[in-house]
């Protein structure tokens, strides 16, 4: 029962998330804290890649379990969700293509379509029935393109598919002993950097295309930059321009590159003297090439396979994947190392960006940063095509039980959250937020926009008073529905959170326990639903959960 499992343990066992275990509490434990709002002190930030909501708790809390699977078995007092069972959408469909249970024998699937406009095609103003329909090209002269991936085990509707908690039996442990949300959105339609983006700033806009690709060849803000020009909102997985590895990554000497000018959450907290940091695995680099530019060669795979990972990411560490390296004022170029482990989170050459391994390194001497973003190696990602939800739970649970067996746990918060969809459906369409009318694209009149809501080059038209005003258009959202967990002493326990929240509700979390006010510049913070229903700040509720990487079930349940 247990067989696919044994690579991912393999591989794992060697990698940065077996350090040694947290030091005991010192008399000092303290000594990281800043003043905060609430009993928390550190907020742990955990972005992992490509979920819908439907995708991984479109049943919940109601699992198959078939025989020979890892059973899963919901409390009494489980509170419901609005998923694809209270919805009635497991028959009739009105995709036409009902939604089928992945089993845990397939753990790997294909990448599906989740661009911008695509996601837009596909949501068709709210009817959400397109997802197993051709995409019009935006060259109207050319042929559609399918908006679901053909997977070699699910066919070529896979798109509807969805796991249940005899797969991803961990998040859904963990939402039966803290609080989830079922009404969580990306900020914006759109792939990662989208996604990345809105989690750091709440806003896409002010994109600056970098002229020149890796490989010395024109770039072109075509599917990069809302309008396809030159500057404007970034609406695809453009890379870094001011991150090294973008430039000495064999697998993109193609990929365009862009910078990004605003305000971030980093330049809050660098304000108040916080510290922080954005933590990745593989951020470390292995080498330099002879230009003196870092290499970021550090590589893992896990049960997709080395091919899957070679094709889609080359390797761990994924620069569109980090937001604040799209900022001059955060952007760690040359990957340095902070100066030792006790400046890690401070101001010095790392400049707050740092590889996982320092996360841990931290941890372990009792400094934990104020704030920390953690983004896994690319392999326990979760993001379909070369990570899977079994490599994911492991590097999940791993991190959440070394939070919960350390000194820092009564005063932690841990957010477990997603940066798109994937594409993956979901049959809730959230309010928009931020309208857009991008309908055409720079040096093609004729192309179909990069809008697409309810129409070729429409989401609806912009007014002056929703985030960036009239002058920040491409910025259609909100997006897909997301998974949103919240892991804390002081979660609400059992508990389903149906206020409607963004990505950006999360760094307006963290500034409003920190008290730092907001980011300006038209960033969605300024309008973002609160994350404070999923807390209960009169006494601590949870525990610690301790689970099985392996399996995700529970090993250990302390209540206080």
């Not at 999923?534 to 959960?545: C, E, I, Q």
Request: aromatic content about 10%.
């Amino acid at each position: 029962m247990h067989s696919r499992f044994t690579k991912a343990i393999a591989i794992a066992a060697a990698y940065a998330l077996t350090l040694v275990p947290v030091v005991p509490a010192s008399a000092d434990r303290d000594r990281d804290d800043f003043p905060s709002n609430t009993p928390i002190k550190h907020v742990v930030v955990v972005f992992q890649e490509n979920v819908s909501f439907d995708h991984y708790f479109g049943t919940y809390p109601h699992a198959a379990n078939l025989p020979g699977e890892l059973d899963f078995r919901a409390k009494r007092d489980t509170p419901t969700v609005n998923g694809l069972e209270s919805a009635g959408l497991l028959t009739g469909n009105p995709n036409g293509v009902n939604p089928v249970r992945i089993p845990p024998s397939i753990p790997v699937t294909c990448d599906e379509d989740h661009n911008y406009r695509d996601e837009q095609w596909a949501f068709h103003g709210g009817l959400m029935d397109r997802f197993t329909t051709p995409v019009p090209n935006q060259d109207p002269s050319k042929a559609a393109s399918p908006f679901s991936c053909n997977d070699a085990n699910l066919g070529p509707n896979s798109v509807m598919d969805y796991y249940d908690g005899n797969t991803v039996t961990a998040l859904w442990n963990y939402a039966q002993n803290f609080a989830m949300s079922d009404n969580s959105f990306g900020t914006t339609f759109g792939p990662s950097t989208p996604g990345a983006l809105n989690l750091a700033a709440g806003n896409t806009f002010g994109g600056v295309l970098v002229p020149t690709k890796p490989n010395g060849t024109a770039a072109s803000g075509v599917g990069n930059l809302a309008g396809g020009g030159t500057a404007g909102s970034v609406i695809g997985d453009a890379r870094p321009g001011l991150d090294d590895c973008s430039f000495t990554t064999a697998g993109l000497q193609g990929a365009t590159l862009v910078t990004v000018n605003g305000k971030n959450i980093g330049d809050l907290l660098n304000a108040r003297g916080l510290t922080w940091g954005w933590f990745q695995g593989g951020f470390a680099p292995t080498g330099t090439d002879n230009k003196g530019r870092a290499i970021c060669g550090q590589h893992h795979s896990g049960l997709a396979g080395d091919d899957a990972v070679t094709q889609s990411s080359n390797g761990d560490y994924i620069p569109h994947h980090e937001p604040f390296q799209y900022f001059a004022q955060t952007a760690n170029p040359h990957h340095l190392p902070p100066g030792s482990p006790t400046t890690i989170g401070q101001t010095d050459q790392a400049n707050h960006q740092y590889d996982l391994a320092d996360f841990f390194a931290a941890l372990k001497i009792g400094r934990l940063p104020a704030v920390s973003f953690i983004k896994a190696p690319a392999y326990q990602d979760g993001h379909a095509g070369y990570s899977d939800p079994i490599d994911e739970q492991f590097f999940l649970v791993n991190l959440v039980n070394k939070l919960m067996e350390s000194n820092e746990w009564q005063e932690t918060a841990i957010i477990i959250s997603y940066d798109d969809s994937d594409g993956w459906y979901d049959h809730v369409m959230g309010p928009i937020a931020t309208q857009s009318n991008e309908s055409s694209i720079a040096g093609h009149p004729t192309f179909l926009g990069d809008d697409f809501l309810f129409g070729a080059g429409n989401c609806g038209a912009p007014t002056s008073t929703q985030p960036g005003g009239t002058g920040q258009n491409g910025r259609c959202g909100y997006g897909p529905r997301l998974p949103l967990l919240v892991i804390s002493p002081w979660a609400r326990r059992n508990f389903v959170d149906h206020t409607v929240t963004d990505q950006s509700s999360i760094i307006r979390f963290i500034e409003d326990n920190f008290g730092l006010g907001r980011i300006g510049g038209g960033s969605a913070d300024a309008i973002a639903g609160s994350l404070f229903g999923m807390f209960d700040f009169s006494k601590p509720r949870a525990g610690r959960v301790i689970l099985d990487p392996n399996t995700g079930t529970v090993v250990r349940a302390d209540f206080d």
